[in-house]
């Protein structure tokens, strides 16, 4: 198995979108790429933490390959708008990619080179790739969020 990491807004539907392909085995909801240890929503919420709203994916290289995640991660969300997707708005739900190897942090660059290049959207992306840090789940009312309460956010 494998762990890929991205950031693309509320958390609840970009986990919605990718607990359905074939290869996930697992989704986590959480909070990287900030200050605070062990921040809860609420902070995160606030935008004063530096962390993104994230899942955490663990997927089967063998039946999904991280070129492909990256692909469905591109299509899931708005990789154009900055710290924005729908009506979410701060750098909490900014499009991100957090790399766990060298080989994620070139295969995300590349692709998104790849998708500028063929001008698939109107304005560049803006998506972020940096280095994962700690992964911090989210409160566990937000695991599977759209199964258990049906609802999801306007990022997806």
Not at 80 to 104: K, L, P, W
Not at 123 to 149: G, L, N
Request: proline residues 3%; hydrophobic residues 35%.
């Amino acid at each position: 198995m494998a762990i890929a990491i991205f950031g693309a807004g509320c958390f609840w539907g970009v986990e919605a979108f990718f607990e359905r392909l074939n290869g996930v085995t697992d989704t986590t909801v959480g909070y990287t790429g900030g200050f605070i240890e062990n921040p809860t929503y609420e902070q995160v919420r606030s935008g004063r933490t530096g962390h993104a709203e994230s899942i955490r994916i663990t997927f089967d290289p063998k039946v999904l390959t991280y070129e492909e995640l990256v692909e469905y991660f591109l299509e899931a969300h708005d990789p154009t708008s900055r710290n924005r997707q729908g009506e979410d708005v701060g750098h909490q739900y900014r499009s991100v990619i957090f790399h766990t190897n060298e080989a994620q942090k070139q295969l995300a660059a590349s692709k998104i080179n790849e998708w500028e290049s063929r001008e698939i959207f109107k304005r560049p992306i803006v998506t972020e790739v940096v280095p994962a840090s700690t992964f911090y789940e989210a409160e566990e009312y937000h695991q599977q969020y759209v199964k258990k309460y049906g609802a999801a956010c306007s990022a997806v």
